[in-house]
């Protein structure tokens, strides 16, 4: 949509594809893909955090020896 300067898509009913029943902006796509990565985040932390987790400790053991 950036590439394109494209700010809203159409949405089209399924019965009759020339019907626009509303748009798609930037901000709701945005917003959607915001609230699917806070669920994920929160179901599953991931690696990442596990990774995090794990080199705090090496950080500590190569800092005392």
Excluded: C, F
Excluded at 18 to 34: F, H, N, S, T, W
Excluded at 50 to 64: D, F, I, K, L
């Amino acid at each position: 949509m950036l590439q394109n300067d494209v700010g809203r898509l159409p949405v089209v009913s399924r019965d009759d594809p020339r019907k626009i029943v509303g748009y798609l902006g930037r901000a709701a796509i945005l917003e959607a893909r915001m609230k699917q990565l806070h669920e994920e985040s929160v179901l599953e932390p991931g690696w990442l955090q596990m990774w995090r987790s794990a080199g705090e400790g090496s950080q500590q053991t190569s800092q005392n020896g």
